[in-house]
Protein backbone atom coordinates (compact mmCIF):
# COMPACT_ATOMS: atom_id res chain seq x y z
CA UNK A 1 0.00 0.00 0.00
CA UNK A 2 0.94 3.29 -0.13
CA UNK A 3 1.59 5.60 2.61
CA UNK A 4 2.32 9.40 3.00
CA UNK A 5 1.96 12.61 0.80
CA UNK A 6 2.71 13.72 -2.82
CA UNK A 7 3.64 17.41 -2.90
CA UNK A 8 2.59 19.24 -6.38
CA UNK A 9 2.51 23.15 -7.36
CA UNK A 10 1.68 23.07 -10.93
CA UNK A 11 1.87 26.15 -12.82
CA UNK A 12 0.19 26.63 -16.35
CA UNK A 13 2.85 27.06 -19.44
CA UNK A 14 1.05 28.00 -22.44
CA UNK A 15 -2.72 28.56 -23.18
CA UNK A 16 -4.58 28.23 -26.22
CA UNK A 17 -7.89 29.51 -25.85
CA UNK A 18 -8.16 30.23 -30.07
CA UNK A 19 -7.49 26.25 -30.88
CA UNK A 20 -10.13 24.17 -30.99
CA UNK A 21 -10.70 21.84 -28.56
CA UNK A 22 -9.08 25.25 -26.59
CA UNK A 23 -6.04 23.56 -24.30
CA UNK A 24 -3.98 24.74 -21.58
CA UNK A 25 -0.37 23.16 -21.35
CA UNK A 26 0.49 22.52 -17.62
CA UNK A 27 4.15 21.69 -15.51
CA UNK A 28 4.72 20.36 -12.18
CA UNK A 29 7.78 18.95 -10.37
CA UNK A 30 6.12 16.24 -8.63
CA UNK A 31 7.92 15.76 -5.35
CA UNK A 32 7.44 12.16 -4.24
CA UNK A 33 10.19 11.91 -1.62
CA UNK A 34 7.62 11.30 1.31
CA UNK A 35 5.17 8.97 -0.63
CA UNK A 36 6.29 5.09 0.31
CA UNK A 37 5.30 1.87 -0.83
CA UNK A 38 5.28 -0.41 2.41
CA UNK A 39 3.69 -3.78 3.00
CA UNK A 40 0.11 -3.43 4.58
CA UNK A 41 1.13 -6.47 7.05
CA UNK A 42 3.63 -4.74 8.63
CA UNK A 43 4.64 -1.12 7.21
CA UNK A 44 7.56 -1.93 6.05
CA UNK A 45 9.23 -0.12 2.65
CA UNK A 46 9.42 -1.92 -0.21
CA UNK A 47 12.50 -2.02 -1.72
CA UNK A 48 13.74 0.13 -4.63
CA UNK A 49 10.21 1.95 -4.01
CA UNK A 50 11.99 4.99 -3.01
CA UNK A 51 10.95 8.70 -4.35
CA UNK A 52 12.04 11.80 -5.87
CA UNK A 53 11.54 14.96 -7.45
CA UNK A 54 10.29 14.74 -10.96
CA UNK A 55 9.01 16.66 -14.29
CA UNK A 56 5.43 16.08 -14.89
CA UNK A 57 3.36 17.58 -17.76
CA UNK A 58 -0.17 17.37 -18.55
CA UNK A 59 -2.60 19.29 -21.16
CA UNK A 60 -6.47 20.28 -20.30
CA UNK A 61 -8.94 20.44 -22.81
CA UNK A 62 -12.18 22.86 -22.51
CA UNK A 63 -15.25 20.29 -23.45
CA UNK A 64 -18.24 21.76 -24.98
CA UNK A 65 -20.31 21.48 -22.01
CA UNK A 66 -17.67 24.06 -20.39
CA UNK A 67 -15.43 21.75 -18.74
CA UNK A 68 -11.93 21.14 -18.01
CA UNK A 69 -10.40 18.22 -18.23
CA UNK A 70 -7.30 16.87 -18.26
CA UNK A 71 -6.84 14.58 -21.06
CA UNK A 72 -3.04 13.82 -21.09
CA UNK A 73 -0.59 13.61 -18.61
CA UNK A 74 2.96 12.23 -17.88
CA UNK A 75 5.74 12.05 -15.53
CA UNK A 76 9.40 11.90 -16.81
CA UNK A 77 11.39 9.83 -14.56
CA UNK A 78 14.37 10.82 -16.79
CA UNK A 79 14.12 14.43 -15.85
CA UNK A 80 14.13 15.60 -12.40
CA UNK A 81 13.42 18.49 -10.89
Do not use: F
Request: net charge positive; hydrophobic share 30%; proline share 6%.
Amino acid sequence: MRTGTVKSDPTVTAVSLDAKPATVEIQDCLDTTGYRLVYAKDKRVVPGSGGGKHLSTATATRYPDGRWLINYGATHRDQPC
